[in-house]
């Protein structure tokens, strides 16, 4: 199994900037593909960005291409997602998950996921 756990979220002016980071414990990530979701109040779960598990291939949602920017080190089992340029609209709950091979876009393909990490960019 995968215990992942995020941190890194926290309240920022907008135009700032946050890095956030996901560790995973109990397996490597080496085989994994890992993804970052977001959820606002009363909006459904939703893409922002993943990178697959040879690290050769990243995805980007739209709302944050050219903002965001994921990577990731397999030695740390860590996962990060660097985010510049906030805005009001990128507040969130701040999910990271993790799925076998191939990256994938839609939540019900993932099966591990953290506990969420509180992302509020303030105007």
């Known amino acids: 199994q995968v215990h992942l756990e995020e941190s890194g979220g926290g309240v920022v002016q907008a135009g700032g900037s946050l890095r956030l980071s996901c560790v995973a414990s109990g397996r490597t990530l080496s085989s994994y593909s890992m993804a970052w979701f977001r959820q606002a109040p009363g909006k459904e779960r939703e893409f922002v960005s993943g990178i697959s598990y040879y690290g050769g291939g990243t995805s980007y949602a739209d709302p944050v291409k050219g903002r965001f920017t994921i990577s990731r080190d397999n030695a740390q089992n860590l996962v990060q997602l660097q985010m510049t340029s906030l805005k009001p609209e990128d507040t969130a709950v701040y999910y990271c998950?993790?799925?076998?091979?191939?990256?994938?876009?839609?939540?019900?393909?993932?099966?591990?996921w953290g506990q969420g990490t509180q992302v509020t960019v303030s105007s």
């Open positions: 998950a993790a799925r076998l091979r191939a990256l994938m876009t839609t939540p019900i393909t993932y099966n591990y």
